[in-house]
């Protein structure tokens, strides 16, 4: 593989992590807070148990990379599979910020923390202050405006 071809991949992984934060807001606000709040409303209650209906979407999301890596890692495609992994890349961050950090699934912090994933926190927490689909705000998971910097918040 030649470095024009290593590079655009690099490229286009970088660019569809990116896009896919502009999925996931797209999808929260309009999907999660929209016709499937049936699945989405479990991570807006307290409940005492670990897996919540919410979780449907991981797996639904998940299928996209799945299928892109699947199929072009066998009919071989760079391009094709550098999506995938953007995809996957995304996931992964989202899995990490949102269900270890904020919601604490698994047990781990970061003791400093900085005022970007402070503000990340912040965001999430005003996001949970509704329980209901309307009225909600900060549907982003990897990125919030700076006004969410200010303030402590409770745990989600």
């Given amino acids: 593989m030649d470095i024009v ?24 606000k309009y999907i999660m807070h929209g016709f499937l709040w049936t699945w989405h409303r479990s991570h807006h209650k307290k409940h005492p148990h670990t897996l919540e209906r919410n979780d449907l979407f991981a797996l639904v999301f998940s299928l996209p990379s799945i299928g892109l890596l699947a199929y072009y890692v066998t ?10 992994i953007g ?25 400093k923390r900085s005022k970007y994933l402070q503000r990340m926190i912040n ?9 209901t689909k309307e009225d909600c705000e900060a549907f982003g998971f990897l990125y919030a405006p700076k006004k969410y910097e200010a303030g402590k918040r409770q745990k989600a």
């Fill in 5 to 28: 071809v290593i590079l655009t991949c690099a490229f286009i992984v970088i660019g569809v992590f990116l896009f896919m934060e502009g999925v996931a807001w797209f999808t929260h």
């Fill in 123 to 131: 965001a999430h927490y005003v996001h949970h202050e509704k329980h």
């Fill in 87 to 111: 995809i996957f890349c995304y996931g992964l961050f989202y899995f990490l910020f949102h269900d270890v950090i904020v919601h604490q699934r698994l047990k781990w912090r970061p003791r």
């Fill in 75 to 84: 009919n071989y495609n760079p391009y094709m599979i550098a999506v995938g």
